[in-house]
C-alpha cells in the first residue's frame, strides 16, 4: 500500500496512501465516482497529482480509457490522523507524522457509467462495480461466528483475524478492523503487520 510500488510521484512531499482507488457514489445525487484517500500535511494542489496517477493507472489496468473521469477532482478532508510517511523521495520517509485525510473524488464521465457496472452481483474495483456499504466490525464477526471452521473469508474473516490478534497486541480490535476496511487489507495482509503498524491502523 505503498506510493513507491512502481510509480515516481516527482514531489518531496511526505504523504501515506490510506485507500486505493476505489468506486463509490456522493452527495443527493448519487455522482458516481472513483475516489482516492491519501494524507499529507501540505496542501491538496501538491498531492492532486499523487491522486490523479494512482486513478489512472488503475483505470488502465482495468482496461477503461483514461477519458471516463473527470481530469479535476472534487477535494475533501476528513479528518486528521498520524501516519508513517511512505514517499521514498522525501527526507522524512518512514517517519511517523500528523496529517490531514485528503479524499479526492473523480466523476465518472455520464456515457462511460456503464464500464463500472456490477458483474454477476461481484462488488468491488477489481469487478468492475460500485461497492455495497461494508459489513460492521460485530456484523462481519457475527457472520464468522456463524459460518463452520475454516471456510470464513473476506470481511468475517478480517473481523475474526482481529479480534484474535486482540489476544496478543494491545489493540482495539475494531478499529483495527475499520482501518483494514479503508486501506482495502485482507485478513492476510493484516496477520503480516507488526505491533506498530497493527497500531496505526487505529488511526486511518
Known sequence: MSGSSGITFGTTAAYAIIRLPYLDRIGFADIPVVGVSIVSPVDT????????????RKLAECGVPFQAVKLVPTVGRSRRTRFKDEN???????????GDVLDYHFE????????????EGHCSFRGMG?????????????????????KCDGLALLAQTCATLDLVHAINPKLVYEGAVNRGLTASDVRRLG??????????
Not at 465518472?108 to 457496472?117: A, G, N
Not at 462481519?140 to 471452521?149: E, I, P, V
Request: proline share 6%.
Open 45 to 56: 494542489g501538491t498531492i492532486t497529482p499523487i491522486a490523479r496517477q494512482l486513478v489512472f
Open 88 to 98: 521514498e523521495s522525501s527526507k522524512t520517509l518512514g517517519k511517523n507524522k500528523m
Open 108 to 119: 465518472i464521465e455520464r456515457e462511460y457509467v456503464h464500464l463500472f457496472q456490477a458483474k
Open 130 to 150: 460500485f461497492p455495497e456499504k461494508p459489513l460492521t466490525y460485530e456484523q462481519a464477526l457475527q457472520k464468522a461466528d456463524a459460518t463452520a471452521a475454516g
Open 195 to 204: 505491533p506498530v503498524e497493527l497500531g496505526n491502523l487505529m488511526f486511518v
